[in-house]
């Protein structure tokens, strides 16, 4: 079975600059979630869904970061005007909540960001 | 909301000892209580998970967990560490099965010769 795949593995960008992140989840599950994980901390939720719906974004910047699942399948978290700030570990995570108690999470190897 | 705490941010222990990492957790529920490990440029592998029923759990390559409601915490151990485990360990807490974890800052393990 695959694992959940993200692309591209590592990124470099300039202050300003724009960066897309793509996640295809493990096939099946509905429901999936976004992730930063700075440098030396623990992973932070940035967002997630179950299928396409949005189910908490809270800790989403929105004035730069967006994120969608149009066919709650693939998934792509967006940057708009980076900062150093957001130089971080993105990792991409997925499970099956039809499963119920025994619902496993499931992540990717991540992309790591560096704003220079 | 629920949290966890990983007190110590660098464990180092000798091939062949003991190890316990430690993981408080704060939740007005019942939690759902996981560990992970985190090898070099990879994503976070699970080791074990506590839902409910007996409070040590048995997980993945020796370890294994305790739940402690009145100490209000989930300690990872492993009776014999090996040089494979040096890693970054995170604890995590969820309400459900269906809501998102919240993670630890994580504790590094080193274990030396």
């Known amino acids: 079975e695959a694992g959940v795949t993200q692309s591209p593995r590592y990124a470099v960008l300039q202050e300003g600059q724009a960066v897309s992140f793509w996640c295809d989840p493990i096939?099946?599950?509905?429901?999936l979630y976004w992730y930063q994980q700075p440098r030396d901390q623990g992973p932070q939720l940035l967002v997630y869904?179950?299928?396409?719906?949005?189910?908490?974004n809270s800790q989403l910047p929105s004035d730069r970061f967006s994120a969608v699942r149009p066919k709650g399948t693939n998934s792509t978290l967006k940057i708009q005007s980076a900062k150093q700030g957001d130089t971080a570990t993105y990792l991409c995570?997925?499970?099956?909540?039809?499963?119920?108690?025994?619902?496993?999470?499931?992540f990717g190897k991540g992309t790591r960001l560096t704003v220079v | 909301a629920q949290s966890v705490t990983q007190p110590d941010a660098r464990v180092t222990v000798s091939e062949g000892a003991s190890l316990q990492l430690r993981c408080k957790y704060s939740?007005?529920?019942?939690?759902?209580l996981f560990w992970y490990v985190q090898y070099p440029r990879q994503g976070l592998q699970l080791l074990l998970k506590?839902?409910?029923?007996?409070?040590v759990v048995q997980g993945v390559n020796g370890f294994e967990a305790e739940f402690s409601k009145s100490n209000s915490s989930f300690h990872l151990r492993k009776a014999s560490v090996h040089w494979s485990d040096s890693a970054v360990y995170f604890c995590?807490?969820?309400?459900?099965?269906?809501?998102?974890?919240?993670f630890g800052t994580g504790t590094k393990l080193q274990v030396v010769p």
């Open positions: 995570a997925s499970s099956s909540d039809r499963e119920g108690a025994n619902t496993e999470v499931f």
């Open positions: 096939s099946g599950h509905d429901t």
């Open positions: 869904f179950r299928d396409e719906a949005v189910i908490d």
């Open positions: 939740s007005s529920v019942t939690p759902y």
């Open positions: 506590y839902y409910s029923g007996d409070p």
């Open positions: 995590a807490v969820s309400i459900n099965s269906g809501t998102y974890q919240r």
